[in-house]
């Protein structure tokens, strides 16, 4: 049962499987992968080990409820949020090499100048594509890893498990956890109305994958911070998806007053999740083992791209830039008769990796409980796509088309935020006995660095 696997994968029992209700059948997303299976799994998965925390805590254990068309559609969260806000530079996608394709990733602004002075061309579609006929796909990937942009070169899937960042993958667990100080036990808060209330997440985190993560813990009751910087480049239209039921507040770490500051956030909090690249936090001065003197029984929560280890160890990534690389694009592709790469209907591996990472986060939490210590969880987009690869195949895929916002309008919900009115997703786990009750999106830097309770 893909239920069962995915909890075995965070070190919790089996068994618990079976507290979950799982209904719906068919396809809803056109795919050859079983990406929908993969949304109800992972969501019902982070549901349970909420679900077991709040017995830990004292309170009866809730049954969980998990639709698989609400699944799915939460899987596309960001393509039904209403008003609508283009996510996606104008140079941003596919492109003809020289021997292949590739595909540019320039939605922060950085990373489209630095395509364009590495291309030596105008910021048309055109124009890059002129440029790029002329280069090679593996050779352009290169350059542009060496000058910290975001480029993938396309791969079938032989060439890609001939790489050797895949058998280092391959090597990897799905979600690592290992204990990385010693702590004593930090019992859990009393049982109350939210399973997670009481805990609290500092979210360093963009984009999809991360920010989903702290929305799950926050939907689940936890106080979630998220912490940026007015330089560090975001996408609202992600920020308005994945901001329910979170705080957001400016500190530059660069800074020694913001970086004190942060560091009493620290002391105060139950763990601690980055997306940002392998190492950029301990540059700023606070490495994993920091942050378990600041504040012991942490939980610090990696995603990467690639992982942390081998060629690509660090390397800079995203959802559609993996899915390139890996050979992701060429399998679905083949299974559907086209000759152009052909994406995933959805960001599945940003957001199976977010339900992964959150699980993971709740995991940590139960055994700093039962034994003690300072914990570290990694993720990584590649060993989720991996995973997903592995599983069995969806022989009529593409027998469906693409859900419209008028299909899935009992699944959404509209809100005042801070933004205006939003249209969401609701979350696609319910608790029996549950109501919950997250607060609506919120700017950036638009709350006070501290926590809301001493």
């Known amino acids: 049962m893909l239920l069962a696997e995915v909890l075995t994968a965070a070190g919790l029992p089996a ?56 699944a799915a559609i939460e899987f596309r ?50 124009a890059v594509q002129q440029a790029l006929a002329g280069r090679r796909s593996e050779d352009f990937e290169t350059e542009a890893t060496a000058a910290g942009l975001c480029v ?27 204990r990385i100080a010693p702590a004593a036990r930090r019992p859990l808060p009393e049982a109350a109305a939210a399973p997670l209330a009481g805990l609290r997440l500092l979210d360093l985190t963009r984009v999809i994958a991360g920010p989903v ?9 936890a106080e979630v911070l998220h912490i940026s910087a007015p330089h560090l480049p975001s996408i609202p239209a992600l920020v308005m998806d994945t901001g329910r039921g979170k705080r957001n507040a400016f500190l530059d770490l660069r800074e020694p007053a913001d970086a004190a500051r942060f560091a009493r956030l620290v002391a105060g909090a139950d763990a601690l999740a980055c997306s940002y690249r392998p190492g950029a ?31 690509w160890g660090g390397k800079r990534g995203f959802d559609s830039l993996v899915q390139t ?10 299974a559907a008769g086209e000759e152009t790469p052909r994406p995933l209907p959805c960001q599945a591996l940003d957001h199976a990796s977010g339900y992964l990472l959150a699980l993971g986060i709740m995991a940590a939490w139960l055994r700093r409980a039962e034994e003690g210590g300072s914990w570290r969880v990694r993720v990584s987009l590649a060993r989720t796509g991996h995973w997903i690869r592995g599983l069995p195949r969806i022989p009529n895929g593409f027998s469906v088309t693409e859900p419209t916002q008028e299909e899935v309008a009992d699944l959404l919900e509209t809100e005042e935020s ?21 607060s609506p999106a919120m700017p950036l830097g638009s709350s006070p660095a501290e926590w809301l309770t001493p």
Do not use: K
């Not at 249209?423 to 786990?429: E, S």
């Not at 029996?432 to 997250?438: L, S, V, Y």
């Open 281 to 311: 936090l301990a540059r700023l001065g606070f490495p994993d083992e920091r942050l378990a003197e600041l504040s012991p029984g942490i939980v610090v929560a990696h995603l990467s791209a690639y992982g942390t280890e081998g060629p």
């Open 325 to 334: 690389a890996t050979g992701i694009n060429a399998e679905e592709a083949e």
């Open 418 to 438: 801070g933004f205006g009115p939003l249209t969401t997703v609701r979350h696609a786990a319910l608790l029996e006995g549950i109501t919950p009750r997250p």
């Open 152 to 178: 993938a070169a396309f791969r079938t899937r032989q060439q890609w498990f001939a790489h050797p960042q895949a058998a280092v993958l391959a090597a990897q667990p799905l979600i690592a956890i290992e």
């Open 15 to 70: 068994g618990l499987a079976d507290g979950a209700v799982l209904t719906g059948s068919g396809i809803v997303q056109p795919s050859s992968f079983p990406v929908d299976r993969v949304a109800q799994a992972t969501i019902a998965a982070a549901g349970l080990a909420a679900a077991a925390i709040h017995a830990a805590r004292g309170a009866a254990m809730p049954r969980v409820f998990v639709d698989l068309r609400a």
């Open 213 to 221: 993560a702290g929305r799950t813990l926050a939907h689940h009751g």
């Open 77 to 126: 969260s960001e393509r039904h949020l209403r008003p609508a806000r283009e996510a996606w530079d104008s140079i941003a996608g596919l492109y003809r090499s020289a021997d292949g394709w590739l595909r540019l990733h320039t939605n922060f602004p950085h990373h489209r100048a630095g395509i364009l002075r590495l291309l030596g061309c105008a910021g048309e579609r055109a």
